[in-house]
Nanobody
Framework: QVQLVESGGGLVQAGGSLRLSCEAS????????MGWFRQAPGKEREFVAA????????YYTDSVKGRFTMSRDNGNQMVYLQMNSLKPEDTAVYYC?????????????????WGQGTQVTVSS
């Protein structure tokens, strides 16, 4: 089984930056595509970014493209989401997810494992 633990959330002013981290354990990390999703109160869970198992391909939802960067460190079993130029509409709980042998997918139902989330709040 794979366990995922997110960290790095917090309160930041609009225009600021945060880096979210997701630490994986209990599995063969390098075979998993990884995704970041977010959910704001009263809204559906939204795809944010994904990276293929080999780190070659990344995907971003249009609203974060150019501002967010996803990366992975297979040796340390970590994935990251660098968030720059944050906007109030980025406020949400951010979740890390793992998709075995995946190439990166925006659909949440393809992911096998999920973390508990980390809160990101962006003030205006």
């Amino acid at each position: 089984q794979v366990q995922l633990v997110e960290s790095g959330g917090g309160l930041v002013q609009a225009g600021g930056s945060l880096r979210l981290s997701c630490e994986a354990s209990g599995g063969t990390f390098y075979i998993y595509a990884m995704g970041w999703f977010r959910q704001a109160p009263g809204k559906e869970r939204e795809f944010v970014a994904a990276i293929s198992w080999n780190g070659i391909s990344t995907y971003y939802t249009d609203s974060v493209k150019g501002r967010f960067t996803m990366s992975r460190d297979n040796g340390n079993q970590m994935v990251y989401l660098q968030m720059n130029s944050l906007k109030p509409e980025d406020t949400a709980v951010y979740y890390c997810a793992a998709d075995q042998y995946g190439l990166g997918n925006s659909q949440s139902n393809v992911y096998d494992y999920w973390g508990q989330g980390t809160q990101v709040t962006v003030s205006s």
